[in-house]
């Protein structure tokens, strides 16, 4: 008897539509986490949110910063400083780029609104230049560094001169 040829049926390619994101997804998925290390700071019942990044930690330790997540109360207004040397009477304040608005990251589109902020970031770095020169004229000095500048080992930072000093 001869033997039945197999029949072979050709394979098929099922398409499934692509998916679509949702906005929800997609921020989940694009947006970078938050700081790793997130507490909250009692001031007078009032708590005050502040986030805290390993290199953060690590810049304060190289220079021996002796208090850290210090609360400053101004003209009924509550800040906090990473950190605070109550001897040079000295804020220490780490600007990541995302949140003070660094112009080396945020180089086009500098009036566009982060999502997640709710804010530009033109608005974050001249908020910080307030927050800064409004530091200096009280009589506190300001020392700082820019998150990319620490981690690429170019500096460990600088003092906030005032005026037009412009954080670069």
């Not at 938050?34 to 019942?45: E, L, W, Y």
């Not at 400053?72 to 995302?98: A, M, Q, S």
């Not at 800064?132 to 690429?152: I, L, Q, R, T």
Request: aromatic share 14%; with cysteine.
């Amino acid at each position: 008897m001869p033997k039945k040829k197999s029949v072979t049926t050709p394979k098929i390619k099922i398409y499934k539509p692509k998916r679509v994101l949702s906005r929800v997804a997609k921020r989940k998925i694009f947006m970078p986490r938050k700081p790793r290390q997130v507490f909250s700071i009692a001031n007078n019942g009032r708590k005050v949110r502040h986030g805290v990044s390993g290199a953060e930690v690590e810049w304060l330790n190289k220079l021996n910063v002796p208090e850290r997540s210090k609360i400053i109360v101004l003209f009924g207004k509550t800040y906090v400083v990473d950190g605070f040397d109550p001897r040079t009477n000295t804020c220490y304040e780490y600007n990541g780029e995302r949140f003070h608005g660094s112009h080396r990251v945020y180089k086009k589109n500098r009036n566009i609104k982060d999502p997640w902020l709710g804010k530009s970031p033109d608005e974050l770095y001249y908020g910080t230049l307030q927050r800064y020169a409004m530091f200096k004229n009280v009589g506190f000095k300001v020392f700082f560094v820019w998150e990319s500048d620490y981690k690429a080992g170019k500096s460990l930072g600088r003092y906030y001169r005032g005026g037009n000093d412009n954080l670069y």
